[in-house]
């Protein structure tokens, strides 16, 4: 019974390093520029701030799938030929950028304007301001729900199987249309998943409890 | 410009019935799963809570499990494994059936976290009045809780509510699936994801506004 | 000239009027004390002079020079890095001390000279570490503010406003946070800040700190000066009703109306 999963792994393990290789690219990639972006939506031009606030009222209100084929359609329409991985990670990124930005943001604005006021009654200007006493604070406030962010990611790149993209969940699908073992192959990529995803939902928790801690 | 935005008027309003069609679709997919969800993580959360080990062990792997896979893949599981035991539930019942399962395990936490945010102090000073703890827990308790579970829980159900994107998976024609079949007919891609979009983002708003009323007005009786 | 002259102060808070003509000077070396009850703009005027706020009207000059304004026939603000150099010469001490929780108390010392004025490492540190002695805290330089008890956080702010070498320190009820023990080690500090010379203005509820270290005394009172003058006179032969009720209060009778 067991079997079917046993012979199929060497094909579910490759799609689990494609899985990987997606996950790295859109968490890393999505991250930084939600991090540039939420850091901007705190600036001082009101057009910035206005329109990152639609970018990410947008994007956190729509499904990632549709995200994803806006971009799978989106790159043909406008001449570009592209592989549905570059088509579908580009989406992801935007999507997760969104959510980063979000994160972002809040982490800053909830520094205690009292520090600000010091921090300016000294002389220092905004750079020096960001750097020293805003950003080292925001970074460990950010930290936890950005690394439950990038745990959504990794599921989320089950979701490009749909739209065509060869990964973890379409070499399940394939093996299963094969060989209707379903039960065995999804239970077996759902271990994979929780293999990865596990020591990352554990990362979360356990910064969760430092930052309680020094409070 | 105004050819333009006549050629597109004439072609939405061709898609429009369907378009409806693939929302009210959406919207059922999530009224149903919805209540399961809330209902399911409520079960749930007298064993997570439970002091014996043999109790919490399995549900707290359960909820990991949920929480660590794709939402994607569980549904997959419900709807190709069902067949193998003997059962053939529609396409809907199983893309709701997997929404409230695993939604239901994170409400779970939801829940937890909002009834253990309420300090020990509102504890001590049911008791120091000398309520039981069963009192203590339902006039006490439970109310603040139920403030402090209003803001995460309406975006739970905005996550829910983009998760019904999903069962287009296993061919429900709800609205994204709807939107990729006008995309793929029709030459105005744009134009379509304009209209699924907006559609999309009336659902989330109309439930984030809907919770934030009901916020302000717990906030205002408390 | 006056270190400090402000002319004819007006700030409001949309429909709110905080500031209504306020006029003074503060002399170099002066210590001048501001009382009043609250909502009588006090911190709002510190707060305009190292510019943390501005103001519809009125003009501010420190050590001669007219600062947060453009006034080439057009009110326009300063941009933040003009504004930044006046707060360099102008300390400010604040009643929830907003010490920066990340860094020791030496390296809060050393902020300002560090990333202000770019002074070397060692330089600041070494600068930092005689300010912390000079209020009595060499032993906590090390030592992170959550694990300093009130007093010690506020007499490291005061540091480390010193750090910048400031023209005026300003102290908005740097005290009035504090548990009662704890005042007495934040006052020492500021007295002997003012036995050395140092222009101040202080806002602060301490009635006999100011008979004991004022030159002058401010009464305030809903946005107007209502009445100045030494601390001898000002407080045992209050000329104005209200400084008189002001005072009873102060002096324990809670229930004078």
């Not at chain 1, 989106?74 to 991985?85: D, I």
């Not at chain 2, 939107?179 to 793929?184: D, Q, R, S, V, Y």
Request: positive net charge.
């Amino acid at each position: 019974m067991v079997n079917v999963l046993i012979t199929n792994l060497p094909y579910l393990l490759r799609g689990a390093v494609m899985t990987l290789w997606l996950a790295l690219a859109v968490v890393t990639l999505g991250t930084l520029l939600g991090t540039g972006l939420g850091i901007l939506a705190t600036g001082r031009s009101r057009i910035v701030r206005a329109a990152i606030t639609v970018y990410i009222f947008v994007l956190r209100g729509i499904p990632v799938l549709v995200v994803m084929f806006l971009g799978y359609y989106a790159f043909p329409a406008l001449g570009f030929r592209v592989n549905a991985y570059v088509a579908v990670g580009v989406a992801q990124i935007v999507y997760v950028g969104a959510f980063t930005a979000e994160i972002v943001r809040s982490a800053i604005l909830s520094v205690h304007p009292g520090q600000i006021a010091a921090a300016k009654s000294l002389g220092m200007r905004r750079g020096a301001i960001l750097r020293e006493v805003i950003l080292p604070q925001a970074t460990c406030i950010a930290i936890p729900p950005l690394l439950n962010n990038a745990l959504t990611a990794v599921k989320q790149t089950a979701y490009a199987s749909v739209v065509g993209a060869w990964e973890l969940t379409y070499a399940a699908r394939e093996i299963v249309e094969r060989t209707l073992a379903s039960f065995q192959i999804f239970l077996g990529v759902m271990a994979i998943y929780f293999a990865i995803c596990y020591p990352l939902s554990l990362l979360a928790r356990w910064y969760e409890k430092r930052l309680v801690v020094s409070h | 410009m105004s050819e333009y935005l006549a050629q597109t008027a004439v072609l939405l309003a061709s898609l429009w019935p369907k378009l409806v069609a693939g929302f009210v679709l959406t919207v059922e997919i999530a009224a149903a799963a919805a209540p399961l969800a809330l209902v399911f993580g409520l079960v749930l959360l007298a064993p997570r809570m439970d002091a014996r080990a043999f109790v919490s062990g399995p549900t707290v792997a359960f909820i990991e499990l949920m929480r660590n896979t794709p939402l994607l893949v569980q549904i997959y599981l419900i709807y190709f494994g069902l067949p193998v035991l003997g059962f053939y539930p529609s396409e809907f019942t199983c893309g709701v059936a997997g929404i409230a399962l695993q939604h239901g395990a994170f409400l779970v936490e939801t829940y937890r976290g909002a009834i253990e945010s309420v300090s020990t102090r509102q504890w001590d000073a049911a008791r120091a009045i000398g309520m039981g703890r069963f009192t203590a827990f339902r006039h006490v308790i439970l109310p603040q809780a139920l403030m402090k579970i209003l803001g995460p829980l309406g975006n739970q159900l905005i996550v829910l509510a983009k998760d019904t994107s999903l069962v287009s998976a296993i061919g429900v024609m709800e609205l994204t699936m709807t939107g990729k079949l006008a995309i793929e007919r029709s030459a105005a891609s744009a134009e379509v994801f304009v209209a699924i979009a907006l559609f999309y983002l009336a659902m989330t708003t109309a439930i984030g506004g809907a919770v934030r009323l009901l916020e302000y007005r717990v906030a205002e009786r408390t | 000239m006056a270190m400090i002259e402000i002319t004819d102060l007006h700030k409001s808070f949309g429909a709110n009027d905080v500031l209504k003509g306020v006029s003074f000077a503060v002399e170099r070396g002066e210590v001048v004390v501001v009382l009043g009850p609250s909502g009588s703009g006090k911190s709002t005027l510190l707060r305009c002079i190292n510019l943390l706020e501005d103001w519809q009207a009125g003009d501010i000059r420190i050590d001669g020079e007219s600062v947060g304004y453009f006034d080439g026939g057009r009110r326009r603000a300063w941009p933040e890095a003009k504004a930044a150099k006046v707060r360099e010469q102008v300390g400010l001490v604040f009643q929830s001390f907003n010490l920066f929780p990340h860094r020791t108390a030496l390296e809060n010392v050393m902020m300002g000279p560090l990333h202000v004025r770019r002074m070397a490492k060692p330089e600041a540190r070494k600068l930092a570490g005689d300010l912390l002695e000079k209020v009595g805290l060499a032993d906590k330089a090390d030592q992170y503010p959550a694990t300093l008890s009130g007093g010690q956080q506020q007499r490291v702010a005061i540091a480390r406003a010193l750090a910048m070498q400031p023209k005026v320190m300003l102290f908005d009820e740097v005290t009035s946070a504090l548990d009662p023990e704890l005042v007495g080690e934040v006052l020492i500090v500021m007295r002997r800040l003012a036995e050395e010379g140092m222009t101040m203005i202080i806002v602060t509820h301490e009635i006999h700190f100011a008979r004991d270290v004022s030159d002058r005394i401010i009464f305030m009172d809903a946005g107007a000066i209502v009445e100045q003058g030494p601390p001898a006179q000002v407080l045992a032969s209050p000329a104005s009703e209200r400084l008189k009720l002001f005072l009873r209060r102060y002096q324990g009778d809670y229930l004078a109306v």
